[in-house]
């Protein structure tokens, strides 16, 4: 995904992404357990990376004057930038003032997309005018984001510390014991009509497509 004049496209772009993962997230129930810790893994990641970079691309494309998916140009009260370059100085340089604006911004420098306060505070220092929206879409109650990227960190590192972390979570989250983390993201909740990831997927699609309408 990349920062889009029409946000429709991003839109499409990052729904695509998530629609792909659910087809592998049902296909994961009923694989073995091998499968199932490799297929857990990989959407872990893959639902944080396509997050970050949905967020990030919306930002700068509205930073840069985009139109919304419902086809008007969102405002912005500081003015639009030039480009995505200085628009991700901006947005670095208020999470790091002391930053040094006479070379690119490198990844380490940028802001935490991720997290929900990163787009809702770029939104109010900058004044887009889909502020209230961006604030009504994140107000919607999940999980995810507390919880997702301590999965995604097991998966990718698998040493003792993030184990611990993502089997507490699993625990507290399926509200029983559980060996692996992977059991939590993929078996069905007892309260629950479908799988952690699954409900996940549901819930950061409905953020991501409330974000940009």
């Given amino acids: 995904m990349t920062p889009r004049r029409q946000l429709s496209r991003l839109q499409h772009a990052f729904l695509y992404r998530l629609d792909r ?5 049902l296909a994961a129930k009923s694989s073995p357990a091998v499968e199932q810790e490799r297929m857990a893994g990989y959407i872990a990641i893959e639902l944080v990376n396509t ?3 949905y967020v990030r691309s919306s930002y700068l494309s509205i930073k840069c004057g985009a139109v919304s998916a419902g086809g008007s140009r969102i405002q912005i009260a500081s003015g639009y930038s030039p480009n995505h ?3 991700l100085r901006d947005a670095a340089l208020f999470f790091k003032p002391n930053l040094n604006v006479n ?3 490198a990844p380490l420098d940028e802001p935490n997309w991720f997290d929900p306060a990163t787009l809702t505070r770029l939104s109010r220092k900058f004044g887009f ?12 109650p999940t999980t995810a984001w507390k919880n997702l990227k301590t999965f995604r960190n097991f998966f990718a590192h698998k040493d003792k510390q993030t184990m611990k972390k993502a089997t507490d979570a699993a625990s507290r989250l399926l509200a ?3 060996s692996r983390p992977s059991q939590a993201l993929i078996l069905i909740p007892r309260s629950a009509a479908a799988s952690l990831v699954e409900e996940w997927l549901h819930d950061v699609r409905t953020v991501g497509a409330e974000l940009v309408k």
């Fill in 176 to 178: 029983q014991p559980v």
């Fill in 129 to 140: 005018s889909n502020e209230p929206q961006i604030l009504n879409a994140f107000s919607y």
């Fill in 85 to 87: 370059d200085v628009a």
């Fill in 103 to 105: 070379k690119p911004v």
């Fill in 51 to 53: 997050w970050d970079t």
């Fill in 21 to 25: 993962l659910r087809l592998l997230a």
